[in-house]
């Protein structure tokens, strides 16, 4: 673990000095606040994190050296404003949804998270903000962290490689996409220099874009939630250092007084994808299956064995 975060503040570091500080500079508790959600990705199903240095003494090391290079920078950490960190996200809305239809409820929602400023004020340019989309009346309610690139250039959810993964997943289960609900947690691609990569949201970040999940999640009024991925389950349960994602995947919590299983982010089979891994998905995905009991073959059953 040691060296994952060695790597990446290194990769941190010699992006600060291409870009020049003045155009580039974390604070130690944004760098603080990445790591430990980086920490959290990274544990989606290594085991190797059982052996990990405490994450709390790691970001104070990372945070400490990184104090000590930006001393000589002309513009020190406690100097960056507000606007240039991921932590300025303000208070997070109060959601009250109103009478009507689901499809009422559920336009008036999108509308009101399309034209949300601060939603807006962490999109570039030419990107969009990303909505959940699927079925009103869906029984499964699959959500993930948030929005990668194809997502926020599209304004469509899940639409890159690990949704297309999520789309076959679907369709093994004998579904097709359009009857169920796809969410994420983040409304906005979590903020990187020059737009390049994706980094996991922070806790802040998560908790504005929350009441706007919940308010998905009270229209659709699922039978039960998918949570993808270690990061999602941390928005969603609240965040735990100690929570292992090896430890909570394919067990069942509560959201909301909803049914909630934990299964592996679809992107975390694109890095590691042995049958061994897909057969864990798997088994996940006939849990919900017998749960809301769901006709299984022989030939699903046996799928990745």
């Known amino acids: ?8 503040l290194e990769g941190i570091l010699k992006t600060q000095q291409t870009l020049g500080e003045e155009n580039f500079l974390l604070s130690p508790k944004v760098l603080s606040d990445f790591l430990r959600n980086e920490h959290a990705a990274l544990a989606d199903g290594e085991e190797g994190v ?50 009507g239809t689901k499809a009422e409820q559920w336009q008036w929602l999108k509308e009101k998270v399309l034209s949300c400023p601060n939603c807006l004020q962490h999109v570039p340019e030419g990107r969009k903000p990303v909505f959940g989309s699927g079925k009103l009346d869906a029984d499964i309610f699959f ?31 004998g579904l097709r996409r359009s009857d169920v609900y796809i969410g994420n947690i983040m409304n906005w691609r979590p903020e990187t220099p020059n737009h390049i990569g994706n980094r996991p949201p922070t806790q802040e970040e998560m908790r504005f874009c929350l009441p706007y999940l919940i308010g998905q999640v009270e229209i659709v009024r699922p039978k039960v939630l998918v949570a993808l991925g270690l990061t999602a389950v941390n928005g969603l349960l609240g ?49 919900v299956m017998k749960f809301l009991k769901m006709p299984i073959s022989e030939k699903q059953e046996g799928y990745f064995l």
């Open 50 to 99: 059982s052996h990990a240095k405490p994450m709390g003494d790691a970001t104070e090391h990372v945070a400490s050296v990184f104090s000590s290079v930006s001393s000589n920078s002309s513009q020190s950490a406690s100097e960056v404003t507000e606007a240039q960190t991921s932590d300025n996200v303000g208070t997070p809305p109060v959601v009250t949804l109103p009478s």
């Open 143 to 173: 959500c993930g962290e948030a929005p990668g690139a194809e997502e926020e250039e599209q304004g469509e959810v899940f639409v890159g490689r690990a949704g297309q993964l999520l789309t076959k997943i679907i369709e093994a289960m």
């Open 239 to 287: 965040y735990d250092m100690n929570r292992k994602m090896r430890d909570c995947r394919g067990k069942w919590f509560e959201f909301h007084k909803i049914p909630l299983l934990v299964t592996y982010h679809p992107s975390y089979l694109l890095r590691n994808g042995t049958s061994a891994s897909k057969r864990m998905v798997w088994e996940d995905m006939l849990c």
């Open 1 to 8: 673990m040691r060296t994952e975060i060695d790597r990446l």
